[in-house]
């Protein structure tokens, strides 16, 4: 298949840019390269050496004869570069990770959240007006969260996507339908990946686009089989305030000889996935594509749920780590039961992966080679959600 991955420079997007050619189907990345210029705004770096992307491209072209094409365009600004791509290339799928991702980051000031609302929206918007109006019939893949669903304990699995709701007439008869799962966004970045389910919803319904929108989880994990064929192949690993995940943090936390920065108590759970299988979704949804009609296909795209308390009590026995319980910069609950369906991507053949210590070890041992290049002072958080948060985490700095 043609397929174009919008984003396919990032910690998502470039291994499943890689296994997408490595299986065999004609990709072509498109980046605007601001990741890295949002590393330099924060000075940060990738705990991994990142080779630039042409240097990537190219090795990847040596190493397995290959080649992955790349346009440089904003998918939120350039609408008219970007319908032409789609004109010319012609793609069977687009995959959609081009995002500003990171929740800390879109709350650190009115102009951080502006940017991710105008990048994020317009993105989205431009790549279906787009594909409508080059009249493609392509299938859009997107990488949403699963924080679309906030993370207050409910008495059920959380379906995937749709709430299946009765209600009475004025007659008294009662009426079935699926909606939209309500929405709970929990930061900025998150509120965009909400938005973006209603544009889905609009063009599926308007144009009959075929869209098929990943409610992923928490992304661990570094490296896959084909980022690990050369060093200048390897994946970004973030590991700063405001990028890094939690479960990466740690375990570079602990590479460093830092204590594992719990917030609040700890009893956060979420959603975890290892990025082996996020690249397998993401073949498993594209491969899977040609039977979706009419309405949006959402599948949660998770392995397991954790508390973030258990997490660091697993990093800490494993390597010694002191575990230190942080002011939350976040509002959030301080504690939450999660437990969620991810039937679809199971019935298309995923076979999770589960945290195991010799993986976790794998990622410490990769942390410490490289660990002259963390920046003690880049790993607090410090964005801080609102002026309640701020004062709560100024109130017990010494
Ligand atoms: P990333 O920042 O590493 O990758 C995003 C890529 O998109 C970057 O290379 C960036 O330069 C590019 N990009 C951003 N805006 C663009 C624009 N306007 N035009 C062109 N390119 C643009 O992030 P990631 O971790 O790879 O996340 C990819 C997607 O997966 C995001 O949509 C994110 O919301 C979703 N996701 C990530 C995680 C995770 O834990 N990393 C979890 C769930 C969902
Ligand atoms: N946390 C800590 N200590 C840290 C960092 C985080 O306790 O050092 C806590 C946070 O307070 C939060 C939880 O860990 O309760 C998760 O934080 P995170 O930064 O790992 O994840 P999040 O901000 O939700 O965002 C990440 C990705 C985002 C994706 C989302 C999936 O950056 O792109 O959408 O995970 S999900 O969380 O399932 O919505």
New binding site residues.
Partial sequence: MRVIVLGGDGFCGWPSSLHLSAIGHEVTIVDNLVHRRIDVELGVQSLTPIAELPERLAAWHEKTGNTIGFEEIDVAVEYERLKSLIGVVRPDVIVHFAEQ????YSMKSSAHKRYTVDNNVNGTHNLLAAVTEAGVDAHVVHL?????YG?ETVPMDLPEGYLTVSYPDRNGDTHTRDILYPTQP??V??LT?SLDQLLFQFYAGNDGLRITDL?????WGTQTAETALDPRLVNRFDYD?D????????LV?AAVGLP?????S?G?T??FININDTVRCIRLAIESGCEIDGCVRVMNQ?SETHR?SDL?DIVAELTGAAVSR?E???R?ADANDLSVRNDHLVGLGLDPIALRSDLLAAEIDLARAHSDRVDPARVP?ESCWNRERVEAVESVIP
């Fill in positions: 991702r990171a929740a800390p949403g969260t699963m924080g679309v993370y929990g930061s970045y998150h990946k409610h992923q989880g928490i992304v305030g990028y890094g995940t939690v479960l990466n943090r740690f936390e594992l920065t719990v917030h609040g700890g956060q979420r959603a998770i973030v660091a942080v939350n910069p976040r959030e958080a």
